[in-house]
């Protein structure tokens, strides 16, 4: 059963840190493209950042230098590390999986719940 459980976020102050955690299960991480994305209320679901089966990585420019990407083999995860976060960064983040190595904007197969990040200015 494939699953994804994202954890991590909580409530930082402008110009603060978190590392929001992807953990996956049901199928195996070394083939496919894993995505995070982000919807603020009232707006539409956002791609922030995906890590291709090669190890590529991508990310909206809005995040550019901010936010990694990482895949942390021992806990089986994929991890997004944010800095200077900034209060348009409040969001729900999801991540997801697609199931073909390369990333992509659409056409990921299962999604995680979501974890909820909340800048303050």
């Known amino acids: 059963q494939v699953q994804l459980v994202e954890s991590g976020g909580g409530l930082v102050q402008f110009g603060g840190s978190l590392r929001l955690s992807c953990a996956t299960s049901?199928?195996?991480?070394?083939?496919?493209?894993i995505g995070w994305f982000r919807q603020a209320p009232g707006k539409e679901r956002e791609g922030v950042s995906c890590?291709?089966?090669?190890?590529?990585?991508y990310y909206t420019d809005s995040v550019k230098g901010r936010f990694t990407i990482y895949r942390d083999n021992a806990r089986n995860t994929v991890d997004l590390e944010m800095h200077s976060l900034k209060p348009e960064d409040t969001a729900v983040y999801h991540c997801?999986?697609?199931?073909?190595?390369?990333?992509?904007?659409?056409?990921?197969?299962?999604w995680g719940q979501g974890t909820q990040v909340t800048v303050s200015s």
């Open positions: 049901g199928f195996n991480l070394d083939y496919y493209a």
């Open positions: 997801a999986v697609r199931f073909h190595p390369d990333c992509g904007h659409q056409d990921y197969n299962y």
């Open positions: 890590r291709d089966r090669s190890g590529i990585t």
